[in-house]
C-alpha cells in the first residue's frame, strides 16, 4: 500500500484540481468542546413562564415549580397547574415530611399550606408585615430557621409542629446585622450576617466578629472535609468558612473570571460535587477522588438560579429568563463543535486519535482529551464523508466522490473517483469496497494495483473482510459472500431491507442492521434472531453496529439501542436520558469509550454506562363517575346505576415520559392486561359487584411499576337484593295461592252458574210451554173441531207439534243460529195470529248485513218478550193488533227490537192488578235471571231496555223492548 501512496501522490501532484482545499493544524488545549447534555423546557413544552424562581421534589416524584405566573408541577410529560390561588412573585418552598404538605412561603411572609390536595394560607404572626423573608434553612434535624428583614431575631421551628406556634423558638439579639444565611453542623447552627457570625448552641447566642463585610447569600456548603463551609456572597465571592480556627478565607479564586457576573446559588450534590449557579451560566466543580475539583462551564449566556437533585439523583436548573433545564446524567458527555454536522463515520487511529467525518465534507482528528488536532475540508461542498478506515498508518476515507488517502506525515492523497459507500482492509495490501453501483476490492500487492467488482449494477452500504480472499458484502438486494472467485447470495429473498452495517460474533453468527427492516442475526442458513420495532426496537432503520465487551449497541434514527441477546432485553439511549440527538449514524468503541456520532455531535459515556432506570411512578389523575369528575379516593361505594367509570391516569418519569406504556385491568371483569399509551381506561356499563382497578407502567429501560389500587363497589340494584327477591317469592306464592283460591273459587261459581243457566233453561222452556198457552192452543184446536173446521184444526196442530218439538230442540243446547231464533219466533206468533183470529198482524225482519245461519246467540231469549207483548200489551188492544220484531247488529252485539201498539204497561199493569192470573207469566223474569247469570259468567254485556211509546197527548201508543245479545258467529 506504501507503493500504491507513493504513486498517487505522483498523480496528485500533477493534477492538482482534486487535492484538498485547506488543511488547518492546531496545537493541543485550543478548543474544548466537552459538554454535559442539558434538555431545555419553555413555554412551548407548557411551562407557565421563562422566568423560574424555585424547585422541588414532594414524596410522590413530582416536581413543583415556582414562577412570576404560577405553581406547576410536573410529571415528565405535563405541566401541571393544581393550585389557585398562589400567585405571588417570588416564593421559597418547603417540602415537609409529613405525607402530602407542601409550604410555600413569600417574601411577605405568607405562607400556603397544600396538603390534602386543598391550599390554606397561614401567616407567620412573629414577622411584621411589612418586613421580607430573607432567608430559609432547613437542617438535618428537621429545623426550620427563618429570618426576615428588619428584625434583631431569627425564629426556629420543629417541623411537625411548624404551625404550633408555642413550639416557636425565638433567638434575639441586638448585634445581629441582616443575617442573611443559616449552616447547621450537628447541635451548632451557624449564622452569617454583614460583618458578624454567630452559633447558636443549645438555645444560646455567641457571636465572633472574625468575619467578611461583605453580605453572605444563602444557602451555604459544608464541604467534604467536614470542616469548611462554602459561602457567596452578594458581590460575587466564594469563601471557605473554618469552623475549627473560625476564620474565612477566599475560596476557588481560579474561577473568578468565570463568576464575575455574579453568584445566584450554590448546591452541593449527593457525589459531593459543587454547582455554582451565576447571571453567566453554570460552573460544575466535579469532585476527584484525590480531594480536588474538575471544572466545567456550562450554559453560557443564562442566568441559572436554583440547583436541585431529585430522588433519582437527576439535576435540575432554574432560570431567570430562559426555562428550566433539566440534566439526565453526569456520566454521559457531548462534544459539540461548529463543523461537526451529521457525522457519518467515526474511527480511531493507531496513535488512539478520534476520527470524525462529515456529512459535508469535513474531517476532524480529535485528541483523547477531546481537543482538536486537525479540521480538513474536502474539495467539494456536497462530498459526504461514508467510511474511515484507520487500520494502519495509511487511512483511507470512503466518500460519495471518490476515495481519499492519507499519510503518515498527514498528506492527503486522491486514491480513486467514484461514489464509494464502504471501505475496509483486510490486509495493507488489500481494500474491499461498497459504492453506488459495485461491490469489490482493491489489491495492490504487486506493483501498482488491481481492482475488481465481483458484483456490478447492486448498491452497497457494508463490508466485512474476513481475509484477502474472502469478504461479506451488505447490499440493498441482501446479503452476498465472496471467496476466491466465487459469489454466492445468503438467505435470499429472507433478508429485506438494504444492509447498512455487518458484524461478526463469537459464535461466528452474523449481525445485520437494516434500513427498514431491524436487526437479522443469522448463521449460514437460518435466521437466528429478528429483533423489529414489534420486539423491542423503536426504529427498524438501522444505521451501525457497535459490538462491546458485554453488549451490542445499534445505532438508529430514533436513538440507540443497547441490546443483550442472550438476555434477549433492550435498552433505549435517546435525547430523552442525555443523547445529543437521536439520529445516530455511526458508533465507535475507543478503549471502553462508547462514541456516537450524531446529526449534532458526538456523545461519549463508558460501555458500563447504566441505562436501566427505576419503573415510573403510576398516579390516577381522575375519575368520573357517570361523566361526573369525583374525588379520588381509595374505595368508592356506588348505586347500581353509577355504573359509567372512566378513570384518568399518569406517571411520573422525567427522562422516557414519551414512550412510557401502561397496563390496566379491572378485576371481577377481566384479569388480562390491557396495554395501552393513552392516558385513560373507561368502563360504560359495569354490572353489579365488587371490582378492583389495577395500573401499572414501564419504559424501555424500566420493569413494571408496582400497580397502584382503586376498588369499586357497586351496589345491585333493589330488585335483586335478597329482601326484595325474599318479598317476591312470598308475594309470588301469595298471588299464586290467590290465584289457585279465586280460580277454584271461579270455577265453583261458573259450575253453579251454569247449572243456574240450566235450571233457567228448563225454566225457560216451561215458561214456554206454560199451561196457560197450552191451553189456549188446545181449546183452539177443539172449536176448530167442534165448528168441523177440521183442515184449520189439522193445521194449526201440525204448526202446534211443531212449535214444541222446536222449543224442546232449542233446550238442549247452548247457543243456537239467528235463523232458528226467527223460525222459532214465526211458528209461535203464526199460532197466535191463528188464535186471534187474523187479528194479530207481527214482522220478523233482520238487517241484510247479518248473516243469519252464522251468527249464534242463547236459545229462548226473544220468545219471552214477544209473548209478553201479546198477554199484556196486544191481548186487550181494540182493533188491529201490530208486532214488530227486528235484528240489527252492532259489533259485537245483536240488537233485537219488539215493538207492539198495545194498551201500554200502565194499563196493562192495572188490568193485571183487578184480574188475577191463575197462571202467572215468569218468562220475563226468567230470562232477566238467565241474562244477568250469562253477565256474571261471560262478563259480558247483556242488557235489556223497555220503552214506553207515548203520543204527545201523552196517550200510550205501545211498547218498545231492546234487547242487546253478545253474538258469536261460527264459521260455515
Same mark, same amino acid.
Given at each position: ?340 454536522? %451529521? ?283 357517570? &361523566? ?125 252458574? &251454569? ?122 188492544? %181494540?182493533?188491529?193488533? %201490530? ?45 232477566? %235471571? ?43
Amino acid at each position: 500500500m506504501l507503493k500504491l501512496i507513493k504513486n498517487i501522490h505522483v498523480i496528485c501532484f500533477l493534477n492538482t484540481r482534486f487535492v484538498l482545499v485547506f488543511t488547518l493544524f492546531f496545537v493541543s488545549n485550543l478548543i474544548k468542546g466537552q459538554h454535559l447534555f442539558f434538555r431545555h423546557y419553555t413555554p412551548d413544552d407548557g411551562l407557565p413562564t421563562s422566568s423560574l424562581y424555585n424547585l422541588v421534589q414532594d414524596q410522590d416524584g413530582f416536581i413543583w415549580i415556582t414562577s412570576e405566573a404560577e405553581v406547576c408541577k410536573f410529571d415528565g410529560e405535563y405541566f401541571l397547574s393544581p393550585l389557585i390561588g398562589l400567585e405571588r412573585e417570588e416564593v421559597i418552598k418547603l417540602s415537609f415530611h409529613a405525607p402530602d404538605r407542601l409550604v410555600f412561603i413569600d417574601l411577605t411572609n405568607q405562607t400556603f399550606i397544600y396538603e390534602n390536595n386543598s391550599l390554606k394560607q397561614y401567616d407567620i404572626p412573629l414577622y411584621p408585615k411589612t418586613s421580607y423573608l430573607c432567608s430559609f434553612y432547613e437542617d438535618k434535624n428537621n429545623r426550620n430557621w427563618l429570618v426576615s428583614t428588619g428584625v434583631d431575631y431569627v425564629i426556629s421551628m420543629p417541623t411537625a409542629s411548624i404551625f404550633d406556634t408555642s413550639q416557636h423558638t425565638v433567638y434575639y439579639n441586638p448585634n445581629f446585622n441582616q443575617p442573611k444565611a443559616f449552616h447547621a453542623v450537628e447541635d451548632t447552627v451557624y449564622l452569617f450576617s454583614q460583618g458578624s457570625t454567630f452559633k447558636i448552641i443549645e438555645d444560646t447566642v455567641y457571636s465572633s466578629f472574625n468575619t467578611i463585610e461583605d453580605q453572605v447569600m444563602p444557602p451555604t456548603i459544608g464541604m467534604p472535609d467536614k470542616n469548611n463551609v462554602l459561602i457567596s456572597t452578594y458581590t460575587g465571592e466564594l469563601y471557605f468558612y473554618s469552623k475549627n480556627a473560625d476564620q474565612f478565607r477566599r475560596a476557588f479564586t481560579e474561577y473568578d473570571s468565570l463568576i464575575q457576573a455574579g453568584i445566584n446559588y450554590i448546591y452541593e450534590d449527593q457525589l459531593q460535587n459543587i454547582w455554582i449557579s451565576t447571571r453567566d451560566g453554570l460552573i460544575f466543580l466535579d469532585y476527584q477522588k484525590n480531594g480536588t475539583y474538575k471544572m466545567s462551564h456550562h450554559l453560557s449566556g443564562t442566568s441559572v438560579g436554583i440547583i436541585y437533585q431529585d430522588a433519582e439523583f437527576q439535576y435540575w436548573f432554574t432560570s431567570l429568563t430562559d426555562g428550566l433545564y433539566f440534566l439526565p446524567s453526569l456520566e454521559l458527555s457531548t462534544y459539540i463543535h461548529p463543523k461537526l454536522q %451529521k457525522i457519518y463515520n467515526i474511527a480511531i487511529n493507531q496513535s488512539g486519535e478520534i476520527l470524525l467525518g462529515t456529512d459535508d465534507g469535513w474531517l476532524l482528528k480529535i485528541s483523547e482529551n477531546f481537543e482538536v488536532q486537525q479540521e480538513t475540508k474536502l474539495q467539494r461542498q456536497s462530498m459526504r464523508v461514508y467510511s474511515i478506515d484507520a487500520k494502519f498508518d495509511t487511512i483511507l476515507y470512503a466518500t460519495s466522490s471518490q476515495i481519499f488517502a492519507q499519510d503518515i506525515d498527514d498528506r492527503f492523497y486522491d486514491f480513486k473517483s467514484g461514489s464509494y459507500k464502504q471501505i475496509d482492509r483486510s490486509s495493507r495490501e488489500v481494500a474491499w469496497y461498497g459504492s453506488s453501483g459495485s461491490m469489490g476490492y482493491i489489491d495492490s500487492t504487486h506493483e501498482g494495483y488491481t481492482e475488481k467488482a465481483v458484483l456490478k449494477q447492486t448498491r452497497t452500504y457494508a463490508v466485512y473482510p474476513i481475509s484477502d480472499e474472502a469478504c461479506y458484502f451488505g447490499a440493498v438486494d441482501g446479503l452476498y459472500y465472496y471467496d476466491n472467485d466465487t459469489l454466492q447470495t445468503i438467505l435470499p429473498h429472507s433478508i429485506q431491507g438494504d444492509i447498512r452495517d455487518i458484524e461478526i460474533l463469537a459464535d461466528s453468527s452474523l449481525l445485520l442492521a437494516t434500513q427498514g427492516n431491524g436487526l437479522f442475526r443469522i448463521n449460514h442458513d437460518s435466521i437466528i434472531q429478528h429483533l423489529t420495532i414489534d420486539n423491542g426496537l423503536v426504529s427498524n432503520n438501522c444505521t451501525d453496529i457497535l459490538v462491546g465487551s458485554t453488549y451490542i449497541w445499534l445505532a438508529t434514527n430514533k436513538g440507540l439501542h443497547r441490546i443483550d441477546l442472550d438476555n434477549n432485553t433492550i435498552k433505549l439511549l435517546s435525547r430523552n436520558n442525555g443523547l445529543v440527538d437521536d439520529n445516530v449514524n455511526c458508533l465507535a468503541l475507543k478503549g471502553d469509550t462508547v462514541l456516537v456520532g450524531t446529526n449534532k455531535g458526538v456523545a461519549y459515556f463508558k460501555e458500563h454506562y447504566s441505562l436501566e432506570e427505576s419503573p415510573p411512578k403510576v398516579y390516577f389523575s381522575s375519575v368520573k363517575v357517570g &361523566e361526573k369528575d369525583t374525588l379520588i379516593i381509595q374505595h368508592y361505594s356506588l348505586k347500581h346505576d353509577q355504573n359509567n367509570i372512566k378513570i384518568g391516569f399518569g406517571s411520573i418519569q422525567f427522562t422516557n415520559a414519551n414512550s412510557i406504556e401502561y397496563q390496566y385491568k379491572l378485576k371481577g371483569l377481566n384479569d388480562d392486561w390491557v396495554q395501552t399509551k393513552i392516558n385513560e381506561a373507561q368502563y360504560p356499563s359495569l354490572s353489579n359487584g365488587n371490582y378492583e382497578f389495577m395500573l401499572r407502567a414501564k419504559t424501555i429501560n424500566s420493569d413494571w411499576s408496582s400497580p397502584i389500587l382503586l376498588s369499586f363497589e357497586i351496589d345491585k340494584p333493589f330488585w335483586k337484593t335478597w329482601w326484595f327477591i325474599l318479598c317476591g317469592i312470598v308475594f309470588f306464592g301469595l298471588m299464586v295461592y290467590l290465584f289457585l283460591r279465586q280460580f277454584i273459587k271461579n270455577k265453583a261459581r261458573k259450575a253453579k252458574v &251454569e247449572a243456574q243457566i240450566k235450571d233457567m233453561q228448563l225454566m225457560a222452556l216451561r215458561a214456554q210451554m206454560n199451561p196457560h198457552f197450552i191451553f189456549n192452543s188446545l181449546n183452539s184446536i177443539q172449536e176448530f173441531i167442534i165448528l168441523q173446521d177440521k183442515r184449520t184444526a189439522n193445521r194449526y196442530l201440525g204448526q202446534f207439534s211443531l212449535l214444541m218439538r222446536t222449543i224442546l230442540n232449542m233446550s238442549e243446547k247452548e247457543t243456537i243460529t239467528l235463523r232458528q231464533e226467527i223460525d222459532a219466533l214465526e211458528l209461535y206468533l203464526s199460532l197466535e195470529s191463528m188464535r186471534f183470529e187474523d187479528e194479530l198482524h207481527f214482522n220478523i225482519s233482520y238487517d241484510p248485513t247479518i248473516k243469519i245461519d252464522q251468527t249464534l246467540l242463547p236459545p229462548m231469549l226473544i220468545q219471552p218478550y214477544v209473548e209478553n207483548a201479546i198477554l199484556h200489551g196486544l191481548r186487550y188492544k %181494540k182493533g188491529v193488533k %201490530k208486532l214488530d220484531v227486528e235484528f240489527t247488529f252492532e259489533p259485537p252485539f245483536l240488537i233485537c227490537t219488539v215493538t207492539d201498539n198495545g194498551i201500554g204497561r200502565t194499563k196493562a199493569k192495572t188490568i193485571k192488578a183487578r184480574k188475577a192470573s191463575i197462571f202467572p207469566s215468569k218468562g220475563m223474569s226468567i230470562t232477566e %235471571k238467565r241474562l244477568n247469570l250469562l253477565n256474571d259468567i261471560t262478563h259480558q254485556n247483556f242488557e235489556i231496555e223497555v220503552i214506553d211509546i207515548i203520543s204527545d197527548q201523552e196517550e200510550a201508543l205501545g211498547t218498545k223492548v231492546i234487547i242487546q245479545v253478545f253474538s258469536n258467529s261460527k264459521d260455515v
